[in-house]
């Protein structure tokens, strides 16, 4: 299993990166290849998770650790493929997802692909898994992500945000300044 790659990016496609790990490109599908995570050049970190098929083989690769969770908690839900729960990713942080599963939110779970039974099976399956490990709910950290998004940052940029606030800030206001900082810094 390969479950983590770092490495420069080679190319950036609609849905995926190509990350040169040793002068070895690998195709990895990420949830938003047009953030400025992934630009051409820069150097990027990814958990990945290998998906294999008779006739396949794809790299899916997440920014965040707590991320590749998700995706691989969504992987044991039946009628749930990779590329089905990177779609839920893409609608959601992982924050937002143990949320919705949290308040048993049907709505919020349903997208293109994912209808009402699908996301009651989410929120059936998932209510107890996700809850347990503490990483993936990061506290006090609601209303920044709130914050972030009212200013049109992705969920994906408000999750690297997030993660790189420094444990001393404790002030949702001044979450938001450092997190607006990190977010421009990586612009």
Do not use: C, W
Not at 167 to 176: F, H
């Amino acid at each position: 299993m390969i479950s983590y790659l770092s490495g420069s990016i080679l190319a950036v496609n609609d849905k995926t990166i190509t990350l040169n790990v040793h002068d070895v490109g690998y195709e990895i599908r990420v949830v938003d290849p047009h953030h400025s995570l992934y630009k051409e050049g820069n150097r990027a970190a990814l958990f990945t998770y290998l998906h294999v098929r008779e006739d396949v083989l794809e790299l899916y690769g997440f920014a965040q650790k707590q991320e590749r969770e998700i995706f691989l908690h969504l992987l044991r839900v039946s009628g749930i493929g990779p590329k089905m729960a990177l779609s839920i990713l893409e609608r959601a942080s992982a924050e937002e997802i143990v949320k919705a599963v949290a308040r048993q939110d049907v709505t919020f779970l349903t997208i293109k692909g994912v209808g009402k039974k699908t996301a009651e099976k989410i929120i059936h399956e998932l209510k107890e898994k996700i809850g347990l490990p503490e990483t993936m709910t990061p506290t006090n950290y609601s209303d920044v992500a709130d914050a972030l998004r009212s200013l049109g940052y992705t969920s994906a940029q408000i999750a690297h945000a997030l993660s790189n606030l420094p444990k001393g800030v404790t002030s949702p206001e001044d979450q938001v300044r450092v997190a607006l900082k990190l977010l421009n810094s990586i612009s």
